[in-house]
C-alpha cells in the first residue's frame, strides 16, 4: 500500500523566514501526490498537487513543492512565513491504479514565531 | 460552487449508542469519501461510495458503514459507539472517474466532531 513519512510532528518557523516541510513517498511507481492544510477546527484545504505534469508545483498562498523521484520525495515550501501560515500540514498519495483512497502523513504542526 | 458540507459539526453520544452522519458533496461529484481523524492514529480512510456502490473500504471494524443515495449525498453510521470511536469524521467529495492518467482531487468537509462518553 502507498504511504508518506512525514517528519518533525512540530515546526517552529519564524515569520519571514523559509518554510520547509518533508514528504517522503514509498512506491516504485510515481504515485499521484497532495499537500493539504487544515486550521483549528476546520476540514482539509488542498494547497497543491503533483499529476506528472511538472515536477515543480505551484500552489495557493505561495506555496510551492517540487517532485524528486531519484529522492521519492515533495517537499513542501513558502519562501517568507507568515503569520496565517500557522495551521497543520499534511502531505498525502494515492495511487494510480484506480483506487482512490488517500494515503496521508503524520502531519507537520506549523508554528510561527512573530 | 458550494463546498461539501457535513451535517451535524458536533455530536456527543455515550457508549453503546449508535450515530448517523450526513455528507453532502459539491454539485457533480459523484464520489464521496469518507475519513477518521484522531490525535494516535492520524487521518485514516474509512470507505469510498461512488454511484451509490461502495468503492473502497479502508480497515475499520463492521461497526463502521455507509450508504450513498442517488443524489450522491452520503451517511455514515457508526454502531455500538465506543469510547475510541470519539473523532472527527471527514467527508470529501471528488469527480470520481480514476484511471491512470487522470487525477481525483478530493474536497474536504468540515467535519463532524463526535464525542463518545
Known amino acids: 500500500a502507498q504511504s508518506v513519512t512525514q517528519l518533525g510532528s512540530h515546526v517552529s518557523v519564524s515569520e519571514g523566514a523559509l518554510v520547509l516541510l518533508r514528504c517522503n513517498y514509498s512506491s516504485s511507481v510515481p504515485p499521484y501526490l497532495f499537500w493539504y492544510v487544515q486550521y483549528p477546527n476546520q476540514g482539509l484545504q488542498l494547497l497543491l498537487k503533483?499529476?506528472?505534469?511538472?515536477?515543480l508545483v505551484k500552489g495557493i498562498n505561495g506555496f510551492e513543492a517540487e517532485f524528486k523521484k531519484s529522492e521519492t520525495s515533495f517537499h513542501l515550501t513558502k519562501p517568507s512565513a507568515h503569520m496565517s501560515d500557522a495551521a497543520e500540514y499534511f502531505c498525502a498519495v494515492s495511487d494510480r491504479d484506480g483506487n482512490n483512497r488517500l494515503a496521508f502523513g503524520k502531519g507537520n504542526q506549523v508554528v510561527v514565531i512573530p | 460552487k458550494a463546498g461539501v458540507t457535513q451535517t451535524p459539526r458536533y455530536l456527543i453520544k455515550t457508549r453503546g449508542q449508535q450515530v448517523t452522519l450526513s455528507c453532502s458533496p459539491i454539485s457533480g461529484h459523484r464520489s464521496v469519501s469518507w475519513y477518521q481523524q484522531t490525535p494516535g492514529q492520524g487521518l485514516q480512510f474509512l470507505f469510498e461510495?461512488?454511484?451509490?456502490?461502495?468503492?473502497n473500504k479502508g480497515n475499520f471494524p463492521g461497526r463502521f458503514s455507509g450508504r450513498q443515495f442517488s443524489n450522491s449525498r452520503s451517511e455514515m453510521n457508526v454502531s455500538t459507539l465506543e469510547l475510541g470511536d470519539s473523532a472527527l469524521y471527514l467527508c470529501?467529495?471528488?469527480?470520481?472517474?480514476?484511471?491512470?492518467?487522470?487525477?481525483?482531487?478530493?474536497?474536504f468537509g468540515p467535519g463532524t466532531r463526535l464525542t463518545v462518553l
Open positions: 503533483y499529476t506528472s505534469a511538472a515536477t
Open positions: 461510495y461512488f454511484s451509490e456502490t461502495q468503492r
Open positions: 470529501a467529495s471528488s469527480l470520481g472517474y480514476v484511471t491512470g492518467r487522470v487525477t481525483d482531487t478530493q474536497y
